[in-house]
């Protein structure tokens, strides 16, 4: 069973979709096509030194032999492009717009006469070193590239039905089965970046081609076996500059056995999350697809390992994972989560969001929507400032300007969102979340309609039932189902209890109190559905001090501060410097209210009356007694955390502490 | 008036003073002789790289002509020779040791065959670079190690009469003195890195010769005036390889302007203590002495002012300053004091203690005996393991050895001492400042007897007067004064009530209860001694939980726990893994035990019970609503903080929370 046709209504996420379409989805197009006079700040520009232009589209231009020139940009510059792409064919898909997917078509055009014959696009290796195509898969980005293409070319083949879309993606997939595999004559390797593997599983699921999945699987099946001559010999080819790249030739390159590629182990026997927080989420991504799609259980253990290692052990109360910039935008060990050195980067909220899905759909448990939730309440969307033209790759949960600007251990701690990155990963990523939403809201199985989000939305299932979802989340826990049976349908609807509400919430069933024990959190109505059946959910709303685990040191004695999904913030612009010194009681009582002017998007602020401390010693002097404490109570605004960094530059705290 | 003649008898620095004498000083010697097989772990070795031998004898061997070879080490590779004499030149004071005394002469005689005809002494340059004579002032340390000598060479003579030692700290004055000045055929430079003012001032002192003061003088008044062509030519002909050093013709330099030499403005227009902290307090030292001996107001109010933004703004509870690694071992920026990445430098703590005494030599206020009292107390003898053989760079305040090992951040915090450094300098500035501890008890004027510091000695003055104090500090407030005249002798007796105890304090004279106004954290006792006159002075020895300023934002919601001077810390070989999970009451009861038994000196535990997080969540959850908090009372063991990581290697914390 599957559903047809699903259209979002919600406020919240219809606002964000449409600030993707009508800005961000412009905005990127020029950039990536050099339209755009961006003032990039060497400051701003994040993990990467500033560029002056994208030149990603010119690449592939070039590439296709339709102008002449040089490459420039990072290795991976093709991928900003079919990110691009991917996100304008989930946006067609609620806002149709001829002109867009005539810009769109053209631009798989170019691509098109771009691909070699042989299927194979990189244009990096394809201008500057054709000689090294395949020569250090370890680190050139090749199999990415693809990847995110065959991704795009899915998505706008299903929205559009562009055969050329879909044949390109499908030539690619052909090329890299023709290169990689047990065979003699293939090679017996996998890209140091995984993306790939995840792109291949979705090509087969749209193809129905298993030799997709074969690939994909053999690539997630070789990943870490040792001894390993592929990996390795091509990472001490090019640190011994046997291949004497630009790009690769004289940097000090990492040690390939260390987990920052996730080489060192095979994945089965991985116990951790380790290294690259985004090539992690996306190995795990492709390898909770491929561990589906073959009813490989031993792979989907792992990814259920690694799964509770990042959400139990690594993961930040925003949903942001990796959470150091020194190791390499990573994983570090368990409960290091750090607030104001967080790396937590944009792409790698998106990952997540991406695993949870993959997971959620082999596996019918709450857990992964409650984390889906977490990331797209909060994590994610922070990378986007609200007038969908600056970004942040590092998303922290804790700023001081002046560290920011004066400690080298936080100058990756940004105050203020990016016009564009170098490295420009993150914003096309968020777009392609944010215009996919809808994906997230049901998993529909056999006999069960799963609604895992409350998003809004109108949704035609293939067994006959319509579902209109209504209501106001986040900033309301009421929430209205009306189900339509065309005739009369035998399902069960199953509606996930978020783990913040599961010990305070009503559900009623055609105006009748609905009781049930909850089901890996869900509570399931199983009735034969006919006419009209209105059912509403109540949750609890209440604001809600949250605690750490106590062995996250950097949270002790503080809380963060959360209704419903929303994780809420302290900024300067509302409660002055010195945000540390503010305090919260335990029973805290706090004012909502609704909030239309502050931001460009409608918000909930909490205020409540905490304690500011203005003196801890006596003035002058460092170091005191206690009997020297002087307080004053301060009203203190909290704003949802996403929204954080749209006003005048200043601190910003997630954890309080608590009196 | 001075005093003539002062014998430690203090329980608490005797032993620390035989450890020096009878280990660390022996131990120095076989390093800096390369007769002692170190086993020297790069994991320990601090902020620069292991080494397989230290050499600095052998090169003033090869700089004498005794013995052929290559200069080897760091550029600055002398001092540690001469801060080792000068520490044996403290020791032969209260231990005297004929055949030590034997040593020390013999390598005076291999110094001065060392030394070069005009004064100049630098085996670096005479053996490797002699081209490059003055001609990279502002990184080469030239100045440094000769600084260093004339201060060990000033001590050893006071302690020996040796008059060879010094005529060459003479010799390298006159040297300095025909070099360095305003007149035209002299540099119109300073050192890169100061110390020689200080030395110079020293030596001054001792040779009643004002050129050497004036030519001190004339450094730190020319310091970070602009345009400044000595020090920028300098460092660019570095940059750009005029100078082919091997040492520095490579290294990328730091900015002349920038704030880490100290010379971005003159020293008078200083507003805060910037840049690398042993630089900045070397500085310091000098320009307070300088200050002295000229009457130069200006320069004693840039010292006072650089005092207080150190003392009041940008010093760790114990006494730490320079709190970063990454700047460089510098200052950062007002309240900047994290506990888990801070650097805090044994030899800033050291030079901190060298200012202290200087601003203390110049005013009678009870804050510079305070803060020197913190020092000793604390972040000096925090460097040196009990066994006197083992070392820190790094004093930080919070340690988990997984962090240590796996966060780049924190990768300069050790969480054992190392046997040695390539970069050696902090052990043996900790050993003479604990061999010199004599001469911070005592400040005498024309009218008065200063006692600065608790430390149980006898002194005959050279008024008449011999006290005898006697206790046993830090472990007891109890400290008695007999003060024996010989004759009538009217003076006064000041001692200083440290700021802990201010609030409550009881002494006696002559067994009646004496009350006065405390002038500067003076208690003045003005009378005419005769005979043998008991004083008797109670300190408040209750466990005080210590709050931090409000601005600093690692201390927030903690506490410090100190007993009289010393500051406590918890480890892991008491208190279990997850310190950071325990925390103490606002009214916490701590029991005092003397403790013979744990550690190589007798030092004094605190026990109390605190309350222990087991868990803040739900387990296997990271984040839950405040509801599921489980905790148990647990008792909690305090040690000295500077007796911390002599037991086996885990956690140490300093600051934990109050709840």
Redesign the interface.
Known sequence: MQFKDIKVTDPFWTKYRDIVKTKLIPYQWSVINDDKDIAIEKENAGAYDAVEKSHAVENLKIAAGLVKGHFYGFWFQDSDVYKWLEAVAYALRYAPDAELEGIADSLIDIIAQAQEPDGYLDTYIQIEAPTHKWTHVSLSHELYVMGHYIEAGVAYYQTTGNQKALAIAKEMGDCIDANFGPEENKMHGYPGHPEVELALAKLADETGDAKYTRVAKYMIDQRGTHPNNFFEEQLKNVQTKKIEDPYFGDASQPDPDAPYFQNDVPVRDMQSAEGHAVRMTYLLTGMAHVARQTGDESLMAACQRLWEDI???Q?Y?TGGIGS?A??GEAF??DY?LPN??AYAETCASCAMAFFAKQMRDGRQDADYGDVLERELYNGTISGMSLDGEHFFYVNPLEV?P??SA????KSHVKVQRAAWFGCACCPPNLARLVASVDQYIYTVTDDAIYADQFIGNETTFDNGVTIAQSGNFPWSGEVTFQVRAAGSVDTILAIRIP??SRHNYQVTVAGKPYAGVLDHGYLKIKQTWSGTTTITVSLDMSV??????????DD?????IQRGPVVYALEEADNGK?L??N?VA?DAQFTVTEDNSTFAVPTVQLTTTGTH?????VP???????A??LTHAQPLVFIPYFAWANRTPGEMMVWV?QH
């Not at 809600?544 to 040191?553: C, G, N, P, V």
């Not at 002790?556 to 963060?560: D, E, P, S, T």
């Open positions: 959400t139990q052990r993961m109360v150091s020194p190791n570090t060990f290091d104001d050195t001081d002046e560290a004066k400690d080298p251990m783990a913040w809600q001090e949250i605690h750490a685990d106590h062995r996250i040191k002790v004695g503080k809380v963060a010195h540390q010194a305090s335990a401390t203005d003196a801890a010693t002058g002097t460092l170091y005191g007694a206690s020297t404490v502490y």
